[in-house]
């Protein structure tokens, strides 16, 4: 069935470094693809999404790139800060409208340190 | 900015007993949901809920739960008979059309809901 891998965490990164969380997936057809970001004591927040092969999501200067050939959805920021210590869950939707259900990773925490 | 609510945000209940969790879903949303996570483990979905019945639904969605909404405004997941390994945070989530259709409409998320089955 479809699934989704993350890399695990926790990631320790100084402020201002580069971010990369790894996320691959397995589904039949072409799925959708999120970033969800959960803050400490708060629900999952939508980062951002990609629908289609090529696709660029981007919010908050986070981005990641739907790359079909190697099914990945890496996400990347150029310079973290402390206020983006939270977990990061990538996520996927089938194709059909009918499809209700998102699949998610098991999430990749981010601390950041000033 | 709208918002989904749960309560409670923590609930304790010894195993075999019943427990409702409560949702208020965004008022002009049309689809809902529950997940719910483990602790360390991934986000699972449970359920999902359009047009007063369930749309989708995953294995772990057995007959010891069941999903309402008795009103206009609340959305409900009930577990019959709780075991320990039930023990998880729970969220609901809405949105005004699925996640896989072309419209632009993200899930939103509620803050969840902490059970422990002791």
């Known amino acids: 069935g479809d699934s989704v891998t993350q890399m695990e965490g926790p990631v320790t990164l100084s402020e201002e470094a580069f971010l990369t969380i790894n996320c691959t997936y397995t589904?039949?057809?072409?799925?959708?693809l999120f970033w969800y970001v959960q803050y400490p004591g708060e629900g999952l927040q939508l980062l951002l999404k990609?629908?289609?092969?090529?696709d660029k999501g981007s919010n908050k200067g986070f981005e990641a790139t739907y790359r079909k050939e190697t099914t990945s959805f890496h996400l990347e920021k150029g310079s973290v800060q402390v206020s983006d210590s939270a977990v990061y869950f990538c996520?996927?939707?089938?194709?059909?409208?009918?499809?209700?259900?998102?699949?998610f990773g098991s999430g990749t925490r981010l601390l950041v340190r000033p | 900015e709208p918002e989904v609510t749960q309560t409670p945000s923590h609930q304790v209940t010894q195993m075999g007993q019943e427990v409702i969790l409560r949702c208020v879903p965004i008022?002009?949303?049309?689809?809902f949901y529950w997940y719910r996570q483990i602790l360390g483990q991934k986000v699972e979905f449970l359920v999902s809920?359009?047009?007063?019945?369930?749309?989708?639904k995953s294995e772990i969605f057995d007959d010891q739960f069941s999903v309402e909404r008795p009103d206009g405004s609340n959305f409900t997941l009930k577990i019959r008979s709780t075991k320990l390994e039930d023990s998880a945070m729970y969220f609901c989530?809405?949105?005004?059309?699925?996640?896989?259709?072309?419209?632009?409409?993200?899930?939103?998320f509620g803050n969840g809901t902490r059970l422990t089955v002791t």
């Open positions: 989530a809405s949105s005004e059309a699925p996640p896989a259709s072309s419209y632009n409409s993200p899930l939103h």
């Open positions: 990609a629908t289609k092969a090529d």
């Open positions: 996520a996927l939707s089938g194709r059909m409208d009918s499809s209700y259900k998102l699949i």
């Open positions: 809920f359009y047009n007063n019945e369930i749309s989708e």
């Open positions: 008022s002009n949303h049309l689809y």
């Open positions: 589904a039949t057809g072409y799925p959708s």
